[in-house]
Nanobody, 112 residues
Framework: VQLQASGGGLVQPGGSLRLSCVVS????????MAWFRQAPGKQRELVASISSGGIITDTYSVKGRFSIFRDNDKNTVYLQMHSLKPEDTAVYYCYEYQGRNWGQGTLVTVSS
């Protein structure tokens, strides 16, 4: 199973980014997916998850700003991020629950 994350970069505060994670080697529609992030010096934390049936859970700190969604035809899970803040700066990882597999991480830097 491979998870290929992309879409990170440098963005100004208040800006937007969309992260993508393509999953191969798994029946994507059958697995729950999530995005985690790890800021410098901090533990990895859950940002949002989406079940195989489309049930979404997201953390309080990103509620109303980030949204997770999936396209089963493209084997891809997305994280749409709006109103980004400097404290959102982190390496973002996608995670596949069924096989407990991680993507390689994509860096998001929010700075002016």
């Amino acid at each position: 199973v491979q998870l290929q994350a992309s879409g990170g970069g440098l963005v100004q505060p208040g800006g937007s980014l969309r992260l993508s994670c393509v999953v191969s080697g798994r029946i994507f529609a059958d697995t729950d997916m999530a995005w985690f992030r790890q800021a410098p010096g901090k533990q990895r934390e859950l940002v949002a998850s989406i079940s195989s049936g489309g049930i979404i859970t997201d953390t309080y700190s990103v509620k109303g700003r980030f949204s997770i969604f999936r396209d089963n035809d493209k084997n891809t899970v997305y994280l749409q991020m709006h109103s980004l803040k400097p404290e959102d700066t982190a390496v973002y990882y996608c995670y596949e629950y069924q096989g407990r597999n991680w993507g390689q991480g994509t860096l998001v830097t929010v700075s002016s």
